[in-house]
Nanobody, 119 residues
Framework: QVQVVESGGGLVQAGGSLRLSCAAS????????MGWFRQGPGKEREFVAR????????YYADSVKGRFTISRDNAKNTVYLQMNSLKPEDTAVYYCAAQKTVVGGYDYWGQGTQVTVSS
């Protein structure tokens, strides 16, 4: 079992930056990847970024590529999402999730953290 807890959300003006944190606990050594997703008002949840724990490769949605960076601190069992050049359309609840294997979806989800970008 793995638990993930997000933090770092808040209100920021357009063009600003925020860094989200995802602290993982439990059997994290067995996880394949950690990812960030978001759900904006009236929208479906969408993929934002992924960090493959074995190998360290990253993958981003086109909408955030070049502005967001996903990274990991092994010592703290924490994954970060650095968000720069924020836009009002980035407003959403951001969720962290852990994926057990390369096959299938994400298995463990956090409660989410609100990010609001004002224009």
């Amino acid at each position: 079992q793995v638990q993930v807890v997000e933090s770092g959300g808040g209100l920021v003006q357009a063009g600003g930056s925020l860094r989200l944190s995802c602290a993982a606990s439990g059997r994290t050594f067995s996880m394949y990847a950690m990812g960030w997703f978001r759900q904006g008002p009236g929208k479906e949840r969408e993929f934002v970024a992924r960090f493959r724990l074995k190998g360290g490769s990253t993958y981003y949605a086109d909408s955030v590529k070049g502005r967001f960076t996903i990274s990991r601190d092994n010592a703290k069992n924490t994954v970060y999402l650095q968000m720069n050049s924020l836009k009002p359309e980035d407003t959403a609840v951001y969720y962290c999730a852990a994926q057990k294997t390369v096959v299938g979806g994400y298995d463990y989800w956090g409660q989410g953290t609100q990010v609001t970008v004002s224009s």
